[in-house]
Every structure is written in C-alpha cells, then in structure tokens.
C-alpha cells in the first residue's frame, strides 16, 4: 500500500472481499426534495472511494445511484413559496418544478447533482425511484410486504422498541383524486391491487405494478437491496443508531426477503461552520456547484476522503479552505488519499496538477486582487518567476480564487492596492521611513518571494528595528492598512518600477 498505515477504503474494500465475495454493486442516493449539497456529497464520494479501493484489489464492482423521487414532499420548504403547501403530501417526482425548467420537483434539484457528479470524474448507474415503481420493479416486493404484514409490524416493534398502529400497513397507496401518498389507509388487497381510504375522503384500488403507491421507508430500503442486488452501502450515522433503519432493514431483508443486507459503511455528517449539520430543509447550505466553482473537483473529493467516515468533517468555505488546497498541493502523488481523489477521468488533471503546484492558491488570491485583468495577471504570474504554457489552466485557478474571494473570503484576506500614498504614510516612523528607503532600492533586484520576505528580515536588523514594523510600514505605504498578503508574494506580484516610486515617496 502506497500510505505507511492502510487506507480505510483498503480496509473495507479487504473486509468486504474477505465476507462477502468478489462481485458487488455499491449503493448511493438521496432524496432530490431541496439543494444538494456538499454534506450529501459526502455518502457518493464515499461510495466512489471504496468503488476504487475495490476494483484496485481485482473486484468485479459497479456504483449504483438512486435518487429517491417517489418520496413524499415533507413541508412547504424555505426556498419554496406558500403555493406548495397544496402539493405536501404527494411524491416529488409528481409535483411542478419550482421553475419551470425541469420535467418535475425532483429533476429541477436532481440535475444539478447529476452534473456535479459528472464533474468529480464519479461514474454511476442512475436509477430514480418513481420510475422503479412505475415499471414495477417492486410490485413482487410490495406484495410479499402486504402478506407479511404482520410479521414486518412485529419486527419492526421488537427492534425499535414502538408499538406499531392499528391500521399500519408496509405500503402507502398513492390516492387517485388528491395524488397523496401520506393520507391512505389500506383496507385489503387482491392480486396487484391495493383497496384504501383517503383522509380526502377518496376510496380506491392501487395497482401495485404501475407504481400507485410505494413502500413505507423501513420496508422500501431492505426491498431495494434485493431487487438491484446491492452488497455494499455507505449511509448516514442517524440511520445506523441502534433501532435504527439499517437494524429494521436486516430484519426484514433476511426474514421477509431471504436477502442478506449490504456491508455497511455508517458516516458521520459535514458540519458547516457555524452552522451546524447542513441540512437543504433548513436552508443551511452550500451546495456542490458552489464548492466546484472554486475548488478543482479532485481537492473536494479529497476533502472526504482524507477522512474515515465515522469521523466527522469541519468545513469552513473561508480562511481555512486555502489549508485545505494548500494540503492537497503538497500531496505526494504516492498518497493514498490523493490516489483516490485523482484516480477518475479528469481530462484537465494532468494541466490543473502543475499548475497548482506551482502557483499556490493563496498566490493568486493576491494576484487576482492586484492584477484586474488576465492579461495583467500572466504578466505578473511571469514576473513572480512562473512558467505560463498553459494559459487555460491558469485562468482556471485564477476564476477559482476570483470565486472563493467573492463568496466565501473574509475581509482580512481583501484588500486593494491604494493608487496614491495613503495618509497614514504620514506616521511613519523615522526607523520604517529608512527601511523602506533601502527597501526600495533593493526592489530592482530579482527576488524570489521567500528571498525578499527574508531580506525584510535583514534590513530591519540593520535600521535597528522589529521587522513587523518594516511590514507594516509597507503595507501602510501601499494599502493603507497595516497589515496583508504573505510580503514576499505580494511585492512580488507588483510592478517594481512602482514599488520603488512609492516607497521611495513613502520616506521621505
């Protein structure tokens, strides 16, 4: 193994090899019923990593997504206006979309997650549950369910300790005149169909086979386990808890199904911060696309699989995502980590890998800042010592760092470059006027940035003064603010013909 100590990927990939055989199709999937974001990119990035690991140890595997677009709508959603109350109740996939763009409710917030998948290299079979049912991939399911039902009620009170309704039943008609699947009461079954009331006050006969009702959550998922043949699941932490849904799930799938459950991979969630767990229902968010317009796909991958899922992930999208990119930068590609953040079809890797090591992303915070336009950016990124072959790469990390400086950066990393000496250049002290003198006629020289940083260091030893005073005198000459960017970088990035004139003015 490329890592001193096994990768946890490795680790579930050898255990899963060892107990249950050589092929396996992994499950992933969520409920498109608002954003998706980065926290529940967390249960697919996961799934993809152990896909990996997996195949690297010779198994015959495959990923299988689905998205759960027969679920119900839960509530009128913040992001949602008031006229969805009228469609609480009814399966998303069955409902408008919020703006008109797409086939329905579940495709409009689907999609975009389809896309981000795409873009983070994760290959995947696609299956939506609505179509399931409409097919009637689970009509089998739903009616060794309903002639079990006593048996599944009883399962479920013994493993969650609940005592189970009177009229409970493993599978929720969709009512034919309000189109809910929330308000039903079956009252007996026959064949493929399903007799039930309405709280509407609607009677009906479901079919089983054309998707007129799904399965209650608890039956639902151990059914599906069966029907596409799924081995390995990743899954949030909340649904392994003891008495948990994945319990239920093992009940019901070996004694109902006479199917053995998936390897589990419980994970812990992805805390915003400040924030708390993100939740689309809450409206506290950032979603995938946000995160891909200003981390190349393969950092945020690795922002998941860096860690093992029963840990959970503190992301904060502002000063400390640049530790993040830098961490990554350093990577030596024998990394294991890195090996499965990168091991995808990403077509621009091999471009966006040498750039990004050699223009750090905390650089071009500064640069896109000082230089406005990307022309004026090259010329600095050339000046600062940087080959520039590949002109698309590079606008790509510089959009990347415009990106993160307008959404998520705080204001201690902006700043802006004064175009005349600052007022506060006037209370400079004699000791920092002098140091920015012999500063500026050094800036002729060619510097490395971490040469001139030192130097700094040098000349504030020969003016007799502490060299955060020297700092902040240049800061103060050319922001206005009494500290910035990393120096060495940022005098760096300017034109030395003007860093001379200004410091120059700036002592005297």
């Known amino acids: ?56 140890h010779g198994a015959d595997v495959r990923l299988h997504y689905i998205a759960d677009s027969y679920d119900p709508l839960r509530k009128v959603y913040p992001f949602l206006s008031e006229d969805y109350a009228s469609h609480v109740g009814k399966p998303i996939s069955e409902i408008p979309d919020p703006d008109g763009c797409c086939a329905n409710y579940a495709e409009h917030f689907l999609q975009p997650f389809l896309d981000a998948m795409e873009k983070l290299g994760i290959g995947t079979d696609v299956t939506r549950a ?40 493993p599978f929720n008609p969709l009512c034919e005149q309000c189109g809910r699947i929330t ?47 799924i081995t390995v699941e990743p899954f949030g932490k909340d649904h392994a808890v003891a008495g948990g849904s994945y319990d239920t799930g093992i009940r019901i799938a070996k004694e109902v ?32 696309q946000e995160m891909l317009d200003v981390l190349p796909p393969e950092v945020l991958r690795y922002l998941i699989i860096r860690a093992k899922p029963e840990r959970h992930i503190d992301f904060d999208p502002g000063a400390p995502l640049l530790n993040l990119i830098d961490e990554y930068d350093r990577l030596n590609e024998t990394d294991r980590s890195y090996e499965l953040s990168t091991k995808v079809p990403f077509r621009h890797m091999q471009i966006a890998r040498e750039v990004s090591t050699k223009v750090p992303f905390r650089h071009m915070v500064t640069i896109v800042q000082i230089a406005r336009n990307f ?39 902006k700043f802006k470059v004064r175009e005349t000496l600052p007022n506060a250049a006037k209370e400079l002290s004699p000791q920092q006027k002098r140091a920015l003198n012999i500063l500026a006629d050094e800036i002729g020289r060619e510097w490395t940035a971490d040469a001139l940083h030192a130097e700094i260091y040098q000349i504030a030893g020969n003016v007799g003064v502490d060299p955060k005073y020297v700092f902040e005198a240049a800061y103060i000459a050319l922001l206005g603010t009494p500290s910035g960017p990393r120096a060495g970088w940022f005098l760096t990035s300017l034109s030395p013909n003007f860093i001379r004139k200004r410091f120059k003015e700036a002592s005297t």
């Open 130 to 169: 609505d179509q399931m049912y409409k097919r009637g991939d689970y009509a089998d399911a739903i009616l060794t369910a309903l002639i079990n039902e006593d048996k599944i009620a009883q399962r479920l009170a013994e493993v969650t300790g609940r005592t189970m309704p009177q009229n409970w039943s």
């Open 375 to 413: 022309d004026r950016i090259v010329e600095t990124l050339k000046r600062s010592g940087y080959e520039i072959d590949d002109v698309g790469a590079i606008k790509q990390r510089a959009k990347n760092a415009e990106n993160w400086l307008n959404k998520f950066a705080p204001s201690v990393v």
């Open 183 to 229: 308000m039903t009461i079956v009252t007996g079954y026959h064949g493929k169909g399903v007799d039930y009331e309405c709280q509407c006050g609607h009677q009906g006969t479901a079919d089983i086979s054309k998707g007129d009702g799904k399965l209650t959550w608890r039956v639902d998922w151990p059914a599906r386990w069966k029907i596409l043949g």
């Open 1 to 56: 193994m490329a890592e001193d100590t096994v990768h946890w990927a490795d680790v579930v990939a050898k255990d899963v090899l060892k107990n249950r055989g050589n092929r396996h199709v992994i499950a992933t999937g969520i409920t498109p019923s608002g954003p998706i974001h980065i926290g529940n990119m967390r249960e697919v990035v996961t799934a993809d990593a152990v896909r990996l690991a997996l195949k690297d």
């Open 257 to 288: 199904y006479d199917y053995d459950p998936p390897y589990p991979i419980p994970f812990e969630h992805i805390f915003l911060k400040g924030h708390g767990k993100m939740s689309s229902s809450a409206g506290v968010v950032i979603s995938v």
